[in-house]
């Protein structure tokens, strides 16, 4: 199944994900993030993986719940460096006729470690406290 979340659009986070089933019940969705923002020199990028097992074994198709992992690249104006993020997501995915798919899901996350620098200075900004929000709404093709 071939995804995109459809809300990040609208704020200029661009992102794509390619869910595998390997098993009778479990799939691997390797992730890709762009996020920017032109005249502001904000840019991120982002490579994350989730790990789901579908309780229906239906497939791709139905309840959803497993681990995430997301590495975020900084490379803004000021800034650069690494965010690493661990996490738990679970949804639900519809298949359509003729492969159209539509999916939800809900999740939290937490920086785990962060290597992110400002300017020339090797000074390490902290991580991001406390546990982060994750919340898919994406569209996107089965085959």
Not at 4 to 13: E, H, R
């Amino acid at each position: 199944m071939l995804v995109t979340n459809v809300w990040p659009w609208l704020a200029m986070i661009y992102n794509i994900g390619y869910e595998r089933m390997i098993g009778p019940n479990l799939s691997i969705r390797p992730r890709g993030t762009w996020v920017g923002v032109s005249g502001y020199g904000v840019n991120f990028f982002g490579l994350g993986v989730d790990l789901f097992w579908h309780p229906l074994q239906k497939g791709i198709e139905g309840w959803y719940f497993g681990p995430r992992y997301d590495a975020w690249i900084a490379s803004s104006t000021g800034y650069t460096g690494m965010m690493h993020f661990i996490g738990v997501m679970a949804g639900y995915n519809i298949v359509i006729a003729n492969g159209f798919t539509t999916q939800i899901g809900l999740g939290v996350q937490l920086n785990i470690v962060n290597s992110v620098s400002a300017g020339t200075s090797s000074t390490t900004i902290a991580a991001l406290p406390g546990t982060l929000p994750c919340f898919d709404a994406a569209i996107g093709w089965a085959f």
